[in-house]
């Protein structure tokens, strides 16, 4: 693609000089005397990064990740036997990129480290489907992981239960509703093995674990069964009065917020048994009526 500009030749002074964009060539229109060899390319620098080249174009690659084995920063020598310039390589030199094939795939996954990293990443994708949990609460499980693995708590232990606390866990600190019941069904592994765990990296890696608000499950169980924004915001208030009475101390606060729709319901008229809310909960009716009591009493409504 050729194209001119308005500036004249400084030799002739009469032609306008002309832009080649394919060989980077600026010269005079009239008697060819070349002003610049290379240019500086102008336009986007965008590629496809997808293995058929056909997928969105980018600037650059994927980003970094913690919950890759290698963090998305590993290497990959290109299948096609061809250099930079597109000729095909020599005999003696295919031999030799085959070789350095074959010594990095086996660098990067023969490392026992590597391969731990693995095994735990795919589980905790898995549970990443499972649960429905977003981008950044999973790089905080995958970051307690490694920091786990880093101090030596994974010898000895399920590799599993270990990714599972450490969900559990990213959870708890980003304030993410989701409770060790949940975790447990999702992983297919006893909550006790989770909770032990769970509270090895509390103490070993010295996480500090704010409390759970029982104000964020309010929405999380009424959309499940289908309750009115009135009655949920009714929810949302009697909680808040608990929590400045000191009423919610102690208390699981799935269970607290429970009893609070449940109490909220029978307030505005609306018909969910307390197994409807039990069973979105995934707490025992019993809990419910225990709370919802207790929330009845010493709130006096």
Same mark, same amino acid.
């Given at each position: ?120 990443? !795919? ?12 981008? !950044? ?64 990296? $509390? ?62 319901? $029978? ?35």
């Amino acid at each position: 693609m050729v194209s001119k500009t308005k500036e004249m030749c400084p030799r002739c002074a009469q032609g306008k000089l002309v832009t080649d964009n394919e060989s980077g060539e600026m010269f005079c229109s009239k008697c060819g005397f070349v002003i610049t060899e290379k240019l500086q390319e102008a336009g986007p620098e965008w590629r496809s990064f997808t293995q058929d080249e056909g997928g969105n174009k980018a600037r650059a690659g994927a980003p970094t990740s913690l919950t890759m084995h290698d963090m998305g920063l590993a290497t990959i020598i290109n299948p096609i036997n061809k250099d930079a310039s597109g000729r095909p390589l020599s005999a003696s030199m295919k031999s030799t990129i085959e070789r350095l094939r074959t010594w990095d795939s086996r660098s990067q996954v023969h490392e026992p480290v590597d391969r731990n990293f693995r095994q735990a990443f !795919s589980e905790l994708n898995r549970l990443k489907d499972k649960l429905a949990i977003s981008d !950044s609460v999973i790089e905080k499980a995958a970051y307690i992981y490694r920091k786990a693995l880093e101090k030596g708590l994974v010898r000895g232990r399920s590799i599993s239960a270990l990714m599972a606390s450490a969900l559990y866990a990213a959870c708890r600190d980003t304030s993410t509703p989701r409770n060790l019941k949940d975790v447990e069904q999702a992983a297919n592994i006893k909550r006790k093995d989770i909770a032990r765990c769970y509270r090895l990296l $509390v103490k070993e890696l010295d996480l500090k674990m704010p409390v759970t608000d029982s104000v964020q499950c309010v929405a999380r169980i009424a959309s499940r069964i289908g309750i009115a924004e009135k009655t949920k915001r009714y929810a949302t208030k009697v909680l808040k009065m608990a929590q400045e009475n000191e009423v919610s101390a102690g208390k699981d606060p799935m269970g607290l917020a429970a009893a609070a729709l449940y109490l909220s319901c $029978v307030k505005n008229g609306e018909d969910k048994t307390q197994r409807d809310i039990a069973e979105a909960a995934n707490v025992t009716e019993v809990t419910i009526r225990n709370r919802y009591k207790g929330l009845k009493e010493s709130l006096e409504l």
